[in-house]
């Protein structure tokens, strides 16, 4: 059983239910969704290749893959945005990326 991740305090992700609390609101995750974050989530701070998280979610690094895990991406940011820049997902060109978590937001 996998235990709920608190990413921020005002996210919490429970990757067993596919639920991301933010601020208090629960949106429930797609699996891939949820594996995705889940991945960002145990890594926090630290890059996710994209490659390691294809060969982990989708079983494998192909173009359709990767188009796919961009769509994903995408989706994510849109789920984060209520957090105003607390917790974002950067692109580290070329590598992957990696979730950032601040105290403060954006400046």
């Known amino acids: 059983m996998k235990e709920p ?14 639920l ?3 601020n208090g609101n629960e949106i429930r ?8 974050l889940e ?9 996710v290749d994209r ?3 294809l060969e982990r979610i989708w079983d494998k690094d192909t173009y359709y893959a990767a188009r796919s895990m961009d769509v994903y991406i995408t989706k994510l940011r ?7 820049g607390i917790v974002e997902i ?3 060109h070329g590598k992957g990326y990696r979730l ?8």
């Open 20 to 22: 991301v609390t933010i």
């Open 5 to 18: 991740i608190t990413v921020h305090p005002n996210m919490v992700l429970n990757p067993e239910r596919q």
């Open 100 to 107: 950032i978590v601040s105290d403060t937001g954006r400046s």
């Open 90 to 92: 950067k692109n580290v």
């Open 78 to 84: 849109k789920i984060l945005r209520p957090l105003n």
């Open 39 to 47: 991945l960002l989530s145990e890594n926090k701070g630290n890059l």
């Open 29 to 36: 995750l797609t699996t891939k969704e949820a594996e995705l």
């Open 51 to 53: 490659k390691i998280a």
